[in-house]
């Protein structure tokens, strides 16, 4: 694997893993202690309109998927509380509407879309500089974020109605953090794909909450394991000569699936006389 240093898209990959660690490991404890994974699933799978439409217009398809899952991501956030509509049903309005939307524009788009399957299912291996700019950016963004509020999104992520009693702007706090969501569904598309996204962003803090309860102890330990999924996958991907975004998957599945039974097997030991 040393010799695979010497090529630059490997580096981009190395590179990008540990970027896009961070800012899952930080947007996804919050999403998973919120239990607001399947908004996020609604928000990547609306940003596909976005892909589409860039793509008719021959524009940068990163950007047509930010602008619609930051649209998606407000609007989330705002109709859900002003309109008699279950939450679970506006996700799959805007779920629904961003693939159809996605799907008509790809189909209207001259010639053939050569670079799709990378946005539906990524490829680690094909991020440019550009993209790590990006990726880096956003990583210092969330983590500035984090520091300079740590306390209130930490109210927010368990209980919104004490952070109020709180005086903690709320509605404030929660439109940074959809926004900031939706800028890393767009970020870990380059890597997963907009199909895969959802388990990057959940797996990874979900095995850190195995482990523990406290919200600032899950962040490292989530940053860390969505590494070894991120690297193991990218790994994976080479020996085997498979999809990354896949191998990335089933990377942090295992791992999860290896702390379970680790903690089973433990809390068993501690039970015993």
Known sequence: MIELFQYRYFVHGVLAAVLV?????????????????????????AAFGGVGIAYFFGLNPLAGAAFFAVISAVVLESMGQRIQVREDSLIGMLWSFGMAVGVLFVFLTPGY???????????????????????????VLVCMVFMWRFHRILYLAFDP???????????????????????????????????????????????????????????????????????????????????????????????FLFVRVIVVLFRRKQRRP
Not at 185 to 212: E, F, K, Q, Y
């Open 161 to 255: 109605e004490f952070a109020r009693t709180r005086n903690v702007p709320v509605s404030g706090i929660q439109s940074l953090m959809m926004v900031l969501t939706a800028l890393t569904v767009v970020v870990n598309i380059r890597v997963v794909g907009i199909v895969l996204v959802l388990a990057l962003m959940t797996v990874p803090p979900a095995t850190a909450n195995l482990l523990v309860k406290d919200f600032r102890s899950m962040i490292p330990l989530a940053v860390l394991f969505s590494l070894t999924a991120t690297l193991g996958g990218l790994a994976a991907s080479h020996m085997l000569n498979v999809p990354s975004g896949a191998t990335i998957v089933f990377t942090s599945l295992l791992v």
């Open 113 to 139: 879309a050569a670079n799709l399957m990378t946005f539906l299912f990524g490829d680690i291996l094909t991020v440019s500089g550009f993209d790590l700019g990006l990726m880096a950016g956003l990583a």
């Open 21 to 45: 660690s961070v800012s899952c490991g930080f947007i996804g404890t919050y999403i998973v202690s919120r239990r607001i994974v399947f908004i996020t699933g609604g928000i990547s799978h």
